[in-house]
């Protein structure tokens, strides 16, 4: 009899009401060093802006630290180095859970902080980011005891102060990866910040004062590329441990040939997604999507080429598009948000850019989310170019920024051809139900990390890092340990 | 063709509805639209007329105080074959449908004969809606085609009564069968005779079977019935049943309905809970909201 039903029925839209994190932070006018256990102001007496992304509103001056203040940061950390690296592993071990146990308790506040700095959507500095820096310090604390089970038969010494430069993507994240190694290793630290994400940084540094890590430990100096030169370049540092650009990443390791320093390198990535017909293919589709928009495409081992096999390559593309529809861009304090404000100015002109060349170039642009995007800010519609080929620029270059290529492959040998063309070995996923095929895939990508079946997976114990221009060295597991230690 | 299905990434995004923020206004419409969408459900040995009549007055009017705008009946009272013509007379006029569950709920283990009488006897009897079960044995045991021909008879003996297809999702274990027994279902009923939007639903779980309706397994039919629509434009209709209890649970499944196949779904003629608990949790939120306290158990009739 099929009537229509009930009466009064609710109307059919519904939309999500703003839901804004409002857990209340408060941030100093001024940030300054910090150097040998205290915060010093810069004897460069030079400050710079750090804005939020999201509204380009100045969020604090912070300090530019120059020759002078990097000098003294190195001393200090030199100074400290022979009691810390004395100290049983045990006691190294219980500072760093102690950070971590300080860390969860102070969440809230991190995330906060890290996504009014850096634009990323409170769901995943909350969900992603902060709890991955606990996670980071936790491990490392449990290995601070046991080197000598790492590397066994060796002897474990540290390496000694370690010069460390991180970037703006995952700001806390980044420094956890760094420190937390380097201190259960015995090793004292200077870290350096990107430029338009200090903040995190500066309040981890107030989580070492509440947990009285020793003074000179660890040493945060902030600036721009300059800071990072005085730093890299400083005679004291035994150890140079760089994320970044591939072309920085070069320079440091031209610059530091025949110092002696140690050095280890993550930078950039063109990571493939690789999709067989024979996939689980919804679910792939979300691999796609977290792949690449996942921190607005800010990710070194971001999936940024997607290889669809030629069979499924229209389903998927409808499937794509139809996906992103659901993508939440916009506030990134609204906890509804999946996609934020581009992390600065001049990066959102490099991807806008790239966007140019790629419509120049014949590629066809889709942008499947057609929000309203704020007035004020940085933003960038998530989008995915057809009709490219792997020598088009945007499918060469990284971009870093919430654009993907799409293009098709006919046989495993093709795609993993077209994977490898690249200057590049960061990552890539694998999506296939046969597991023999993943095995076989897997093995021959030249990557220093494969996803099957998925794709941004991270896990403290897992290392990290790359192949090729994609740097060398890893961050993680067991092997993150490595780069850190002197083995006799 | 079975489509693959891969779990990690189901349970990943399925997990992804649940970490939505539905707050204030959006709270309140997406309670009442949970609300519009229930299947107010007995399903015992020992319902009784009474019963059946008091649970027909709850879902006129699910609530008996003052809350405006007034608050939506529930979609239909779902009970056994016997109790139709008395839940049929108690919601006469009220636009609440009836169904009925048939086809020998909820085992299936009965003669074909047996079931399609069951079907024919409910819709003789009134039922707008028929939610039938499949043959577990038979698809689990590869008779595909045996399964396909028994629901695209429960169909025809349907008639214009709508049909709810009961996959008994916890019996089937899998993802993978899920989701090759939701393509099953929809295109043998499909084979009946075309379909109007929201004249065949597929339906988890008869809730006598644990676990009973889940995110990830309700996820995987709603791809089934996305590339159906993709395929065809038809809007197939979603039910899950059994173990949805609470307000928030009911708004993460609305949540994962508009994220996926969108809002032309978020309606009682596309999506449904087989709950009966359910009701008075969504009362108790609506009530709070308006009233600013919490109402006690027995301020609401029970379900």
New interface residues.
Partial sequence: MATETTTNTPSASWEYSAAPERFPISIEETHKLFIDGKFVSPKSRKWFATTNPATDEKLADIATAGAADVNTAVLAAKKALPKWSKLPGSERAKYLYRIARRIQERAREFAVLETLDGGKPIKESRDVDVPLVAQHFFYCAGWADKLEYAFPGREVQPIGVCGQIIPWNFPLMMAAWKLAPALACGNTCVLKPAETTSLTALRLAEVLQEVELPAGVVNIVTGAGDTGKHLAEHKSINKLAFTGSTGVGKMLMRNSAGTGKRLTLELGGKSANIIFADAAIDQAVEGIVSGIYFNQGHVCCAGSRLFVEEPILEEVIQKLTHRMKSLRVGDPMDKNTDVGAINSRAQLQTIEQYIKTGIAEGGQLHEANNQQLPSKGNWCNPCFFTDIQPSHTIAREEIFGPVLSVMTFRTPEEAITRANNTPYGLAAGVWTDKGSKVFEVAKRLEVGIVWCNSYNQFDAASPFGGFKESGFGREGGMQGLKPYVKLV | MR????T???E??AASFT?????????T??L??AL?MIDLTTLEGKDSDEKVRSLCRKAITPWEGEIT???????AVCVYPSLVRIAKRALEG????VASVATGFPSGQFPLSVRIDDVTKAVEAGA?EIDMVINRGAFLSGHYDEVAEEIKQVRIACG???LKIILETGELETLENVRAASDLAIEAAASAGPI?DG?VFIKTSTGKVSPAATMPVTL?ML?AI?SYF?KTGVRIGMKPAGGIRTAKQSLHY?VMV???L???W????LFRFGASSLANDVLRQLVRQHTGRYTANFDFSEA
Wanted: proline share 5%.
């Fill in positions: 489509r693959h299905v891969d990690v990434m189901v990943q995004r970490r939505r923020s539905i707050k204030t206004q959006s709270k419409q997406g009442r639209l519009s705008p007034s608050l939506p009946s529930v979609a009220s636009g609440v449908h707008d214009d009564a709508h109007a004249e995987v791809d996305q993709d609305l508009k994220e996926t969108g809002d032309d978020l309606t009682p003629n």
